[in-house]
């Protein structure tokens, strides 16, 4: 500029309920030289920050939430981009699993990180093919239950444009596009939990955010049947689920999480720089060198947990789940990355104090304070529900159910359901049988947590 000279320099400033906003200030100088002095020494500042990203890969759902994808990114976060250097290659997806399979395909080691644009689903699709994709360059078979998964060396970022971005919201704080597109520019990083689901030694499918049996696990497999409702079918599937009641019988077993030092009902929330995971993890590696020495066979040695009954909902939770209509989430002390995930049990109960315990997800109240209600923080469990085990019987028992169902147990308006399905990160699972582990720290995201308070003037 003219004299005087000056410069502007872009940063970032809080706002209110975790948001962050692009700001700029403008330093002003009398003298030519020492302006120069002060960019060449902001530049070379900048240059030495290796965590912050210089080329990423972008994918683009269209269709997902309100099909607003596209132009969310185009105006809220590529001229974000330009301003911080970032260059990008764009991928406008035009069918499900686009995504999933060109990380399979593509070279990826260019990139310093890979951008999802769109809810859940499409964080999901990317999440799959980046972990599978890793897997297969490491040689390890994901079909076996018990391997040990490589962790992913690239970040992603999600760029909430989704109905509900559960996983924005729990590793943000908030589902605002151009507060996730400046936590990529700064380079943040946040290391995540995954689960692997497996049914007879065959993944399914991988979770992070919500399995849910029962009445999470109705309401997403009516749901789907009803997408021309739009965003409303998910408000209707949930109201004929619940009054349809529906109870499901079978039997959970699980291996407490032992390393982990918080608890599900501490109310100690996961946060930015959290401890929590922190210990956890240095107390799992701990674990996992005295198996690898032979010192102790960790699950040989564990006890498993059995617990058996007729359940309206279980639920395992990798993270809080917290979304607009729920701040809280379904478990607010879960912990992104303490290898472990609580195991929630809604055992049968009636309509009224069903509906108590789901109000309590929108209030400060304690969840978990219902006699109905268990809650476990565990790092593996397995569902087998009851009709499956009446299947595995003799055949005479088998051949009596043909010609109608007897039931001394429940009414008679309960018989004809016998299995539930599986809502995992909104996706639904048929099989009832299952076996879920979770893998510490896997994967990581340009996050950096949800920050306790943070101040709003201040800049980054």
């Not at 035009?94 to 310093?112: F, V």
């Amino acid at each position: 500029m003219e004299k005087p000279y000056a410069f502007t320099v872009h940063c970032v400033k809080r706002a209110r309920r975790h948001r962050w906003k692009w700001a700029q200030v403008t330093f002003w100088c009398l003298e030519e030289q020492l302006c120069h002095l002060w960019l060449q020494t902001l530049r070379e500042m900048l240059e030495k920050l290796t965590s912050r990203p210089k080329h990423l890969l972008v994918f683009i759902n269209p269709f997902g939430g309100k099909g607003q994808g596209k132009r969310i990114y185009e105006r809220k976060v590529a001229p974000l981009f330009t301003l911080a250097s970032i260059t990008t290659e764009i991928i406008v997806t035009e069918r499900a699993n686009q995504a999933k399979e060109a990380l399979y395909e593509m070279n990826i080691d260019k990139y310093d990180g890979i951008v999802c644009v769109g809810g859940d689903g499409m964080f999901s699709e990317v999440l799959h093919g980046l972990i599978g994709r890793t897997q297969r360059s490491a040689g390890v078979d994901q079909n076996h239950p018990r391997a040990t998964l490589v962790p992913c060396t690239l970040r992603i970022g999600i760029i909430p444009a989704g109905s509900t971005d559960c996983v924005c919201y729990s590793t943000v704080g908030a589902n605002d596009a151009e507060t996730s597109a400046l936590h990529i520019v700064v380079g943040d990083s946040l290391s995540m939990d995954v689960s692997s689901v497996h049914h007879n030694s065959t993944l399914l499918r991988y979770s992070v955010s919500l399995l849910g049996y029962g009445f999470y696990g109705d309401i997403i497999k009516d749901s789907e049947k009803k997408r021309w409702m739009g965003l409303v079918r998910y408000d209707f599937s949930g109201l004929k689920t619940f009054l349809s009641h529906h109870y499901y019988e079978g039997t959970v077993s699980f291996l407490p999480a032992q390393h982990t030092v918080g608890s599900p009902r501490d109310g100690k929330p996961c946060r930015a720089g959290c401890f929590v995971c922190r210990q956890s993890k240095q107390q799992l590696e701990e674990e996992q060198k005295k198996a690898l020495y032979g010192l102790d066979n960790a699950e040989e040695v564990e006890e498993w947990q059995v617990v058996c009954g007729k359940f309206l909902a279980i639920n395992a939770t990798n993270m809080s789940c917290a979304c607009r209509r729920s701040p809280r989430g379904l478990s607010p002390a879960a912990h992104l990355g303490d290898g472990s995930f609580d195991l929630i049990l809604i055992r049968k109960c009636s309509r009224f104090n069903f509906l108590r315990f789901l109000l309590r997800h929108t209030n400060q109240w304690d969840q978990f304070d219902f006699t109905f209600v268990e809650v476990y923080r565990v790092k593996r469990f397995q569902f087998t529900s009851k009709h499956v085990e009446d299947e595995d019987g003799d055949l005479k028992e088998r051949g009596k159910k043909r010609f109608g169902q007897i039931c001394s147990d429940h009414p008679p308006c309960c018989c004809t359901v016998s299995n539930s399905s599986w809502n995992c990160d909104g996706e639904v699972l048929h099989s009832p049988t299952i076996d879920v582990r979770v893998h510490c720290q896997l994967v990581r995201l340009f996050a950096r947590g949800i920050e306790e308070n943070p101040k709003q003037e201040s800049h980054s």
